[in-house]
């Protein structure tokens, strides 16, 4: 990137929260994070020149479309400022990052918010892997599944099986990892959960098949939440650590950047990847790379910790792949010599991942870079990555479809 876009500070909502039960609204959800963030970064309202909100499927869930109105009547300093909404299936968050970045990058505005949000526990179960099913070809894709993306992602892992072969017990591994260090996260879904003996064996009693590979706890939580962070320019970012006496340097910024988007269907990825070889989904890989490359660095050396989305254990065992720690086929070689463990030479998902911190969709994105951007300022608290500078991300949408990655550091 030619010039920096810094990460201020933001907020994000405890995933474990039930907003329906609690007589709440997706309003509320937005308007309390949103409060936070600006709590956090010690702005007014005001003083924010946009916003971007990142959300899936708000109509499908809350009957609600038009989010970017909420913000006005959160705070009165937002009104007639200018809010853009934006969707990629689970990538919406990350896609609202993007947009905020050009219009920071273009100069159009100095200081922009970016909130994603996602509300889901109000419907039964079905429903929401229905409204899920929307970002997969309807009508083409996984016809015969009572859960779609469960489906899809068993697809994936009996492609890797095919080509490399592949243990269960490795993706049992990547869940519990995810599950032990959302322990340390006091916003995870699933801190206070407890398992059993079984609970990551093949065991049909203890952990059930969903579809095919993907047991249940290889399965991400499907999740009511927020996460909002406050994007700015160098000029506005000088500004504002001089009004607050902080240091420039230590304000972490978006260092790099990866986009790509890939056929729709999961079979044209596999079909076309099968025929190139190597990494089974080209174009993750690719998002990835030109995140380290526009970073200036060479690959997972140059990164202390990584945040990918592990909406399924084969996901994160992917991602293993394709952020370079491993050769293709060989992603399990850094669970067994336990590089990504909390404690490991690279650690994944110290916030627990959406396997234990939760999938609110549309906010998964921003969430990891908030995540990223506490690891790298030393604010990450329990989950802290002992002297991290540089974080990488990686989330998608679809079956491998959005594909964005951030490096984001000091």
């Given at each position: 990137?030619?010039?920096?876009?810094?990460?201020?500070?933001?907020?994000?909502?405890?995933?474990?929260?039930?907003?329906?039960?609690g007589g709440k609204s997706l309003f509320d959800l937005i308007e309390e994070t949103t409060r936070a963030a600006l709590d956090d970064v010690r702005m007014d309202a005001a003083e924010i020149d946009a916003v971007h909100v990142g959300n899936f499927a708000g109509e499908l869930f809350c009957g609600q479309g038009m989010l970017g109105g909420f913000m006005g009547h959160i705070d009165p300093g937002f009104e007639g400022k200018p809010t853009s909404r934006h969707e990629a299936a689970c990538a919406s968050g990350s896609m609202a990052i993007l947009a905020a970045m050009s219009d920071i990058l273009a100069g159009h505005y100095g200081t922009i918010a970016v909130v994603g949000v996602e509300m889901m526990r109000n419907v039964p179960g079905e429903t929401a892997a229905q409204h899920l099913g929307s970002a997969a070809w309807a009508g083409r894709e996984a016809l015969g599944a009572r859960y779609l993306w469960p489906a899809m992602f068993s697809d994936l892992a009996e492609e890797?099986?095919?080509?490399?072969?592949?243990?269960?017990?490795?993706?049992?591994a990547i869940s519990k990892i995810n599950f032990d260090n959302a322990k340390r996260n006091p916003h995870a879904q699933t801190r206070a959960w407890q398992f059993g003996e079984g609970s990551f064996t093949q065991d049909a009693e203890a952990n059930p098949v969903i579809e095919g590979w993907m047991r249940r706890s290889d399965c991400g939580q499907v999740t009511d939440g927020s996460a909002v962070i406050v994007l700015a320019g160098e000029t506005a970012a000088r500004a504002y650590a001089a009004k607050r006496g902080l240091d420039l340097a230590a304000i972490p910024r978006l260092k790099g950047w990866g986009h790509t988007t890939a056929p729709l269907l999961m079979e044209t990825k596999l079909e076309k990847s099968r025929k190139e070889g190597g990494y089974a989904l080209p174009w993750t890989r690719k998002a990835i790379t030109d995140a380290y490359a526009r970073a200036g660095i060479s690959g997972p050396d140059d990164v202390d910790g990584i945040e990918t989305h592990d909406c399924f254990s084969v996901t994160e065992y992917m991602a293993i792949e394709h952020f370079g720690l491993t050769a293709p086929g060989e992603g399990w070689k850094a669970v067994e010599n336990g590089m990504i463990a909390f404690d490991g030479k690279l650690p994944v998902n110290p916030s627990g991942g959406l396997i234990g911190l939760g999938h609110p969709v549309g906010a998964t994105g921003v969430r990891m870079a908030l995540d990223a951007a506490r690891q790298t300022s030393g604010k990450a608290?329990?989950?802290?990555?002992?002297?991290?500078?540089?974080?990488a991300t990686f989330n998608v949408g679809g079956s491998g479809t959005a594909n964005v990655s951030f490096v984001i550091g000091v």
């Open positions: 990137m030619t010039a920096p876009v810094f990460i201020l500070g933001g907020s994000q909502s405890d995933f474990s929260a039930n907003w329906t039960r890797y099986d095919r080509r490399y072969g592949l243990k269960y017990e490795h993706l049992a608290g329990d989950m802290q990555v002992e002297a991290a500078k540089t974080f």
